[in-house]
């Protein structure tokens, strides 16, 4: 009978229960031998060597990274599963140069994302949070006058898959939209492509959803946030890295901007930054815009059929290297052999 592949899942107990689901590790329990961390968090580089060091595959969680240094330690290891789309944390060329296959989810989250922007709009504009936590302080909060989103323009940095949905959300809500993606042409002619300088001075409503690049790390910065209207409000729902903090603090502290809502930032995990979460212009929520069951469950079971298509001989989807994935080759022999004693249990 032929082994089956020993997979190490990065994910805590908690990151499990709301990102691996039990749909997603029963089907991954089916591939091959699970080897599970079970730490309060993800585990560090050196409970990877002493938990990982004998597994074939690794299905690893937003956290944590996967230097180099880490990746030489491990000669076994044959595939990184990244279950997510950003892989920034991954040194690929590393990988590459040791024949791992790095893979990484596709993208299922546009609509949880874009459903968390334009819901912080409509906070920011109409103060629902912090009328409500005035409220659960036994006080009465001020009256004031809110804003609508219809007639208001939306300006968004990023023409990918969030950006998109939230352009069709934004036009159901009557909203004027442009878009700064010098990759991408947009085709839809109720939106109007824009230069970067131009949609800062014209939007509202400035919703960055750019991908992580070496280009885009620090974008807005304060010579951006100096274009925005006084009146406009920024949305961070992409990565921290792509803003500068002390800028976007400046912008606030000054009444360069009116507010700002951010569920990205430098802390771990991606997590606004506590000075910034706190300020009372800022609405903040802890990296869970893509969070729900529909877009967990999609990148858990990418994961899984990637994994499904290496056991019957497939080329997996997702994959960014596979032309130097050698290692391939060296478990493709260890499937094919008797069964071993000595594997690891469930």
């Known amino acids: 009978m032929p082994n089956k592949i020993n997979i190490y899942l990065t994910h805590s107990p908690q990151s499990c229960m709301l990102y691996y689901g039990d749909q997603a590790l029963a089907k991954l329990q089916a591939l091959g ?21 004998d597994c074939d595959v690794i299905v690893a969680f937003r956290q944590p990274s996967f230097p180099a240094t880490l990746l030489e330690q491990l000669p076994r290891l044959a595939v990184l599963c990244r279950v997510a789309v950003d892989v920034s944390n991954i040194d690929i060329v590393a990988a590459s140069r040791n024949g791992i296959l790095v893979t990484r989810a596709t993208p299922g989250f546009g609509a949880s994302v874009a459903e968390w922007v334009i819901g912080v709009m409509i906070d920011l504009s109409r103060s629902i949070s912090a009328s409500n936590a005035v409220y659960h302080e036994g006080r009465e909060p001020a009256v004031f006058m809110g804003r609508e989103l219809r007639g208001a323009t939306l300006g968004v940095i990023g023409y990918g898959t969030i950006g998109r949905y939230l352009c069709r959300l934004a036009q159901a809500f009557g909203m ?136 019957a001989g497939d080329a997996p989807d997702g ?28």
């Not at 031998?33 to 060091?53: C, F, M, W, Y």
């Not at 929520?285 to 994994?307: C, F, K, N, Y």
């Not at 994959?319 to 594997?343: F, I, M």
């Open 33 to 53: 031998t699970i080897v599970r961390n079970k730490h309060d968090s993800e585990p560090s580089h050196e409970q990877i060597l002493n938990e990982a060091g």
């Open 176 to 311: 004027n939209i442009i878009v700064h993606d010098p990759n991408v042409d947009v085709d839809d002619v109720r939106i109007q492509q824009i230069n970067f300088h131009d949609l800062l001075t014209k939007s509202d409503y400035v919703a960055c959803l750019a991908p992580s690049l070496p280009d885009t790390v620090g974008l807005m910065n304060d010579a951006a946030f100096g274009l925005m209207k006084p009146s406009s409000f920024f949305i961070n729902a992409s990565r921290g890295e792509l803003v500068d903090e002390p800028a976007l603090l400046h912008a606030l502290e000054n009444g360069l901007i009116a507010g700002a809502a951010l569920d990205v930032g430098s802390e771990d995990d991606q997590k606004p930054a506590r000075q910034l979460a706190m300020h009372p212009l800022v609405i903040a929520t802890p990296h869970i815009g893509g969070l729900t069951p529909e877009a967990a469950t999609h990148q858990a079971m990418d994961s899984v059929r990637q994994l499904a298509q290496l056991v």
């Open 319 to 346: 994959a960014l290297n596979l032309g130097d994935a050698w290692r391939l080759n060296q478990l493709r022999k260890r499937l094919a052999q008797p069964t071993q004693e000595g594997t690891h249990a469930n």
